[in-house]
């Protein structure tokens, strides 16, 4: 499935712009896979005689990132005809529905009467020193 995401990406930016030239580790993170699983992706493709890549070595340089450029005619037509980001054509998201949580803590306190902004955990003794003090004081003690 790894293998496939970095694919995706690849599509993505070969409908944008003709071809990709973005560097593994940003295929890798795009895809959110680790940079092995992107460039074995992309040999194998490479192998399969789907696409071509073009490295830009410089001499005493930082390379510049390779030039992928897909060559297969059904995946060249694949993309023509709106193999479209996101899955498949009807659908306009990827996930499920944006879920809010709601404010349960706010909910309890309107519930047991304490004013907004102060949660009952503040009524509530620190430790059992307190409560021993408490319990003594109630009882007619010190």
Not at 5 to 24: P, W
Not at 64 to 87: D, F, H, T
């Amino acid at each position: 499935m790894g293998e496939l995401a970095a694919l995706r990406i690849l599509t993505d930016e070969v409908r944008e712009k003709g071809h990709c030239d973005r560097t593994i580790a940003e295929i890798a993170a795009r895809a959110g896979i680790c940079r092995s699983t992107a460039k074995n992706a992309v040999r194998a493709a490479a192998a399969m005689g789907l696409l071509t890549v073009q490295e830009r070595r410089r001499e005493g340089q930082k390379n510049l990132p390779n030039v992928v450029r897909i060559v297969s005619r059904e995946w060249q037509l694949w993309i023509k005809r709106g193999g479209q980001r996101g899955g498949s054509q009807g659908s306009k998201t990827i996930g499920v529905k944006k879920i809010t949580p709601t404010d349960k803590e706010s909910k309890r306190d309107k519930e047991n009467g304490f004013p907004p902004g102060i949660s009952e955990t503040r009524f509530q003794p620190q430790n059992t020193w307190d409560n021993r003090r408490r319990a003594i004081g109630k009882a007619g003690g010190v």
